[in-house]
């Protein structure tokens, strides 16, 4: 039982009721109304099941999101005008970098546009654990680490207990639907205009406005099977917009495939989804294997399938509650100039060709919001979505990994520019075999430095990893150089996407590595005395 605040419901004109659950206010608008109907007054109290709770917590639109983060005090509405180019930029990166992230933004008066621009949605722990459902994205670990190594049952009760997770996963596939707020607005042909998007230009030497927070749908030509990733656009004119899916990703292999089997000019399409339910962002964002559809992902993550309908004037299905559909058509051998970006390296990238979107239609909802991000020298908004990311993949990785403890992927090192990790050490040359696994898999292959410990480290904290590298390396013997593909944002390698890579093994060694040494243990104070002292503690005024 929880009480619970009748709040106005803008976007529907209409009364919702705000439940506050435990640590956090939620909004079950579609539940309240299915149980209480239409309610006036001040107060009501409302009964919830558990299990209603984990199976009503989709949101059912951007907006919806950012009315519970308003709810709850994590938006900040600025009605000053306030230019998107640079200057959103120059507020919003103060805002990213304060302590814990700062609040969400929603700049309701973007100068020259009449669409506002919600910034810093995923910016905190809080936020970004609330856009995936949930009050701390380690549940999401902890639930995904379950469902991947089932126990095999005992009895009847443990057999129902399996279901759970099963059931979840059995609703994920995206469902179709015929109609969709995305589409309440349709403008065809010339009527499409992405001038009209407050797409922020933002650092002074861009080449131009980017749409920054993008989810871009794609089909393997040969399989037919979706992808959505999140690679920037740039927007080059009314009508034109690029490409930035880097050589690595699933959105090139797609364009690849389509250059390899269109010989003559055949056009294939293309479509940019922004908002919806903000579970679809971080997937886009993911590193999924490229068998994983995420709409698939964002089913199981959501507790709902996505709803998914058919674009206006291209082959392409997109989310059904998204805020914008730009749509369009790529010729698979044209390139354009891309860039310069102010990217989240901290560093600008610098021009190189990328493949051109040809717009057909823009399509959105009545009174669309516009969700936009910066990068740039960290910590900015998307060190959030990367530290989800890095939780909720932990779990997969051990699939193959099992010796992996934990990992760190510092926001400052840009993610894949560095990794902390921790094993359980059961033979020589252990740490050696998880560098070179993790340069294998996905896109952990970016890694530039790799340092592995013991499973006594805790390389989250970043001190203490200093004290065990400096004090356990002995760098000839220790460290393990190799060659491979790079992120193609690394200006520092000696070609675009190829480079060296480096790993240290911070591990205690053994014999067979080297060291025919004794190890020393760290020092430690005798139990007895601590639980003495601990005793007199009180007495000693310090
Ligand atoms: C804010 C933000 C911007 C990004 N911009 C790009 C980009 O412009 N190009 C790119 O290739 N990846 C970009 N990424 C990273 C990809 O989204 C990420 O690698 C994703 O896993 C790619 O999906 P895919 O495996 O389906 O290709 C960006 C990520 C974030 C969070
Ligand atoms: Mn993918």
Redesign the pocket.
């Known amino acids: 039982m929880t009480t619970a605040r009748i709040v106005p419901d803008r976007a529907r004109g209409n009364w919702c009721v705000q439940l506050h659950l435990f640590g956090g206010g939620t909004t079950y608008r579609e539940l309240a109304r299915a149980r209480m109907g239409v309610v006036g007054g001040q107060e009501a109290v409302y009964c919830l099941r558990a299990q209603e709770y984990r199976q009503n917590m989709a949101y059912a639109s951007f907006q919806d999101f950012l009315e519970r983060l308003q709810a709850a005090g994590e938006l900040r509405e600025i009605d000053e005008r306030v230019s998107p180019h640079l200057e959103i930029t120059e507020i919003a990166d103060r805002v990213m970098k304060m302590p814990g992230g700062g609040p969400a933004l929603l700049f309701t008066r973007p100068d020259g546009f009449d669409v506002p621009v919600a910034i810093n949605v995923f910016g905190s722990r809080k936020r970004m654990s609330w856009a995936l459902g949930v009050e701390d994205y380690e549940e999401i670990a902890a639930e995904i680490e379950r469902l991947l190594r089932p126990e095999i049952p005992a009895g009847l009760t443990g057999k129902l207990r399996m279901l759970g997770p099963l059931r979840r996963l059995a609703s994920s596939p995206p469902r179709k639907v015929s109609s969709g707020i995305c589409q309440e607005v349709v403008h065809l042909g010339d009527e499409a205009d992405l001038s009209k998007l407050p797409a922020l230009h933002c650092w002074p030497e861009d080449g131009g406005p980017f749409i920054?927070?993008p989810l871009v749908f794609t089909y393997d030509p040969t399989t037919g099977k979706r992808?959505?990733?999140?690679?920037?656009i740039q927007i080059y004119d009314e009508r034109t917009t690029g490409l930035?899916?880097?050589l690595h990703?699933?959105?090139a292999e797609h364009h690849r495939l389509q250059e390899e089997r269109a010989a003559a000019e055949q056009r294939y399409h293309v479509a940019i989804a922004l908002g919806g339910d903000p579970v679809y962002t971080f997937c886009?964002?993911?590193?999924?294997p490229?068998a994983i559809d995420?709409m698939l992902f964002a089913g199981f993550l959501r507790r709902q399938p996505v709803p998914m309908v058919r674009c206006k004037t291209v082959d392409v299905d997109v989310p059904a509650d998204c805020e914008f559909v730009i749509e369009g058509y790529v010729n698979p051998s044209e390139r354009r100039p891309e860039g310069p970006f102010g990217d989240?390296t901290g560093f600008y990238t610098p021009v190189e060709p990328y493949p051109v979107l040809h717009v057909t239609a823009i399509t959105h909802r009545q009174k669309p919001v516009y969700p936009a991000?910066i990068?740039g020298r960290p910590p900015m908004e998307?060190a959030w979505?990367g530290k989800a990311v890095e939780r909720i993949f932990l779990p997969m990785i051990r699939l193959t990994l099992p010796e992996l403890v934990d990992m760190n992927l510092p926001v400052e090192a840009c993610f894949h520019n560095l990794a902390l990790v921790s094993i359980r050490k059961r033979y020589p040359g252990h740490a050696f075999k998880v560098m070179n696994a993790l340069w294998g898999l996905g896109?952990l292959m970016f890694t530039k430095m790799i340092f592995v410990f013991d499973a006594d480290v805790n390389v989250q904290n970043l001190s203490e990893c200093l004290w065990i590298l400096s004090n356990n390396l002995d760098p000839e013997r220790d460290m393990l150089v190799t060659r491979g593909p790079v992120d193609v944002l690394d200006h520092a390698s000696r070609a675009s996407g190829f480079g060296s890579k480096i790993g240290f093994d911070c591990t205690r060694k053994l014999p067979e590595e080297g060291h025919h040494r004794p190890w020393p243990e760290p020092i430690r104070m005798s139990p007895q005395v601590k639980a003495k002292v601990d005793a007199l503690w009180s007495k000693l005024g310090l």
């Open positions: 920054t927070l992808n959505v990733g999140m690679y920037r930035h899916w880097q990703k699933v959105g886009a964002a993911a590193p999924l490229p995420e989240h991000t990068v998307d979505i896109q």
